[in-house]
């Protein structure tokens, strides 16, 4: 099969179908995780001719890989840390998402750096960026995004009217990407699945299979139906981030390698409340403050603090949300106040355990370890280099077969929506045309689904209904969330609103004026009756009650004791260890 054509649905049949195929034969290799690394992990391995089958105890990307900076970029801090070789890594991989891997879901982002001081901070700031570029060419591919640019006060306060005059004396502009990462990951599994990897949500890994020392499969609880079953498999690839810790106590706690999470936090503000044409990037005393621009608001973050709760949900408390707001405003004309803010967000880094006690000292480089027969185990990294690590990952799978394993080709393989792609953007005033729907709403198609438009149009020409915007939520169509049901592995409400759109921080409501429509339109291709329609909404309106509880809160503790207040629709399993 071809990936980018559609073949790849990731509906509730597929599952079903998945599920049957990976416990009926034994697997070349078998991913725990659906992140982003687990996810470029099946791709890897399924072009490489291997029989694959990935599992994800929640939804694809609902942990660190949904709640990231949403920026592909090679690290520009990274530099000050003389690590060039990570920077030169990432950059490389900005390329090859720009230009050849994902160009409908990865695209240019400009930011201003404002400089504070004279004289000697112009000549040290440009002179790293100035490398930061020269670094992206060494891979022997263009950039992809343009070169950076100094700026006199005057110029960079017309490109960023919002910053007040006082607080800079100048600016260097430079150019990173950005992505909508949990669109990213789902469309990693849907590639995958179209070169014959199984691939099956709300599976659960709750132990190890073992003859003697080697690991030989999985223990799986289906979450959906409460039943369990084994997954044999000659390889078993760990790829669970900050959860990598868990899943070693499972074979043993025989791991070589020690994963510390550092949570970040994130505010979404409306596009108007920052009058600006670029994206800001702010110093603060531990690390980097982004402005980004992101549809019709910004991204404000991220936070860098050690977090030893919960791990599924991490909280925003109020300190947090105010740490954001102070360094925000110490360089905008009109400050941002708590009510500007539309929705926060809060995600862990999975940072390999070091010696240093502040998390943003230790490594975001990755590693990959063997520390039983059967068993790799793959932690670290950033998300930009996640193919780099599934290709580390899947060599020492091939390590541990008997069978010769083509070297990987992931730098050449297209994802789903990718073939096509400029030809299709090129003609979107005639597909406007073609389908009745406005050309703004054919772009914000096409860069959410590229080629694989014509499957979200076709449900249109079914049922015109569709076409009408989620009232409420009016930057998506009906459609999307029918398509997020029967193609992309949607199970539940949460899953549609948090990650296969984003309402859930994109607008102040937070997604609770959408719930019952949204829910309604899922019902059909998943099968709910009005129970649980009723059900999803609560569950939905719970978790957004507390997550708004939660961040009132003054410390993590209090903060986490509350967002753990709200039940789980589907909840997890509590695994026996060994």
């Given at each position: 099969?071809?990936?980018?054509?559609?073949?790849?649905?990731?509906?509730?049949?597929?599952?079903?179908?998945?599920?049957?195929?990976?416990?009926?034969?034994?697997?070349?290799?078998?991913?725990?995780?659906?992140?982003?690394?687990?996810?470029?992990?099946?791709?890897?391995?399924?072009?490489?001719?291997?029989?694959?089958?990935?599992?994800?105890?929640?939804?694809?990307?609902?942990?660190?890989?949904?709640?990231?900076?949403?920026?592909?970029?090679?690290?520009?801090?990274?530099?000050?840390?003389?690590?060039?070789?990570?920077?030169?890594?990432?950059?490389?991989?900005?390329?090859?998402?720009?230009?050849?891997?994902?160009?409908?879901?990865?695209?240019?982002?400009?930011?201003?750096?404002?400089?504070?001081?004279?004289?000697?901070?112009?000549?040290?700031?440009?002179?790293?960026?100035?490398?930061?570029?020269?670094?992206?060419?060494?891979?022997?591919?263009?950039?992809?995004?343009?070169?950076?640019?100094?700026?006199?006060?005057?110029?960079?306060?017309?490109?960023?009217?919002?910053?007040?005059?006082?607080?800079?004396?100048?600016?260097?502009?430079?150019?990173?990407?950005?992505?909508?990462?949990?669109?990213?990951?789902?469309?990693?599994?849907?590639?995958?699945?179209?070169?014959?990897?199984?691939?099956?949500?709300?599976?659960?890994?709750?132990?190890?299979?073992?003859?003697?020392?080697?690991?030989?499969?999985?223990?799986?609880?289906?979450?959906?139906?409460?039943?369990?079953?084994?997954?044999r498999a000659q390889q078993v690839v760990n790829a669970t981030g900050v959860w990598t810790d868990d899943i070693q106590e499972l074979v043993g706690g025989r791991g070589q390698i020690h994963v510390r999470a550092s949570k970040g936090i994130h505010l979404v503000v409306p596009r108007d409340r920052i009058h600006s044409y670029t994206g800001i990037i702010l110093r603060t005393e531990k690390s980097v403050l982004f402005v980004i621009p992101w549809g019709r608001h910004w991204i404000v973050g991220t936070t860098d603090t050690e977090w030893t709760l919960d791990k599924s949900h991490p909280a925003a408390s109020r300190t947090d949300i105010d740490y954001l707001l102070d360094h925000v405003n110490e360089v905008l004309s009109v400050p941002l106040t708590r009510d500007d803010v539309e929705g926060?967000?809060?995600?862990?880094?999975?940072?390999?355990?070091?010696?240093?006690?502040?998390?943003?000292?230790?490594?975001?480089?990755?590693?990959?370890?063997?520390?039983?027969?059967?068993?790799?185990?793959?932690?670290?990294?950033?998300?930009?280099?996640?193919?780099?690590?599934?290709?580390?990952?899947?060599?020492?799978?091939?390590?541990?077969?008997?069978?010769?394993?083509?070297?990987?080709?992931?730098?050449?393989?297209?994802?789903?929506?990718?073939?096509?792609?400029?030809?299709?953007?090129?003609?979107?005033?005639?597909?406007?045309?073609?389908?009745?729907?406005?050309?703004?709403?054919?772009?914000?198609?096409?860069?959410?689904?590229?080629?694989?438009?014509?499957?979200?149009?076709?449900?249109?020409?079914?049922?015109?209904?569709?076409?009408?915007?989620?009232?409420?939520?009016?930057?998506?169509?009906?459609?999307?969330?029918?398509?997020?049901?029967?193609?992309?592995?949607?199970?539940?409400?949460?899953?549609?609103?948090?990650?296969?759109?984003?309402?859930?921080?994109?607008?102040?409501?937070?997604?609770?004026?959408?719930?019952?429509?949204?829910?309604?339109?899922?019902?059909?291709?998943?099968?709910?009756?009005?129970?649980?329609?009723?059900?999803?909404?609560?569950?939905?309106?719970?978790?957004?009650?507390?997550?708004?509880?939660?961040?009132?809160?003054?410390?993590?503790?209090?903060?986490?004791?509350?967002?753990?207040?709200?039940?789980?629709?589907?909840?997890?399993?509590?695994?026996?260890?060994?």
């Open positions: 099969m071809t990936a980018g054509r559609g073949e790849a649905r990731l509906g509730p049949a597929e599952r079903t179908a998945a599920l049957a195929r990976m416990s009926a034969e034994e697997l070349d290799v078998v991913v725990v995780g659906g992140g982003v690394v687990g996810a470029g992990v099946a791709l890897d391995a399924a072009t490489r001719g291997l029989d694959v089958g990935v599992v994800e105890a929640r939804d694809f990307a609902s942990g660190t890989s949904s709640r990231s900076s949403k920026l592909i970029h090679g690290g520009l801090r990274y530099l000050e840390q003389l690590n060039f070789e990570l920077v030169r890594e990432a950059l490389q991989e900005r390329s090859l998402l720009l230009q050849r891997i994902a160009p409908h879901l990865v695209r240019p982002v400009p930011f201003l750096f404002p400089l504070t001081h004279f004289a000697w901070e112009r000549p040290y700031v440009g002179a790293g960026v100035a490398l930061y570029d020269t670094l992206g060419f060494a891979s022997g591919l263009t950039r992809g995004v343009p070169g950076h640019r100094h700026l006199s006060r005057s110029r960079a306060l017309r490109l960023a009217p919002a910053l007040r005059k006082s607080a800079f004396t100048g600016a260097v502009q430079y150019w990173d990407a950005q992505v909508d990462d949990a669109r990213y990951v789902m469309t990693l599994l849907r590639t995958a699945a179209s070169y014959g990897a199984h691939v099956a949500p709300r599976a659960q890994v709750v132990g190890f299979l073992r003859e003697g020392e080697r690991v030989t499969g999985v223990r799986v609880c289906d979450l959906e139906s409460g039943d369990e079953f084994e997954i926060v967000y809060a995600g862990l880094r999975p940072l390999l355990s070091g010696e240093s006690d502040e998390t943003s000292k230790l490594s975001r480089e990755h590693v990959v370890a063997h520390p039983v027969p059967g068993l790799v185990m793959i932690a670290g990294g950033k998300y930009t280099t996640y193919r780099v690590m599934a290709k580390d990952a899947v060599d020492a799978v091939a390590h541990g077969l008997d069978q010769r394993v083509p070297s990987s080709c992931t730098d050449r393989i297209p994802l789903a929506g990718a073939e096509g792609y400029q030809a299709l953007w090129n003609s979107r005033h005639r597909i406007a045309h073609d389908s009745g729907l406005h050309v703004a709403r054919i772009e914000h198609l096409l860069q959410r689904y590229g080629s694989l438009i014509d499957e979200v149009l076709e449900l249109i020409r079914e049922d015109r209904t569709l076409a009408r915007p989620l009232n409420g939520a009016d930057d998506y169509l009906r459609a999307e969330i029918v398509y997020a049901a029967t193609h992309e592995g949607a199970r539940h409400l949460n899953d549609v609103l948090t990650r296969r759109t984003r309402i859930s921080i994109e607008t102040f409501h937070r997604g609770q004026a959408v719930a019952q429509e949204a829910a309604e339109l899922m019902a059909g291709p998943l099968g709910w009756d009005a129970e649980q329609v009723k059900a999803e909404v609560e569950y939905y309106t719970k978790r957004v009650e507390a997550e708004r509880l939660s961040q009132e809160q003054d410390t993590d503790q209090e903060a986490d004791a509350i967002r753990l207040g709200a039940p789980e629709i589907v909840p997890v399993v509590t695994p026996e260890r060994p």
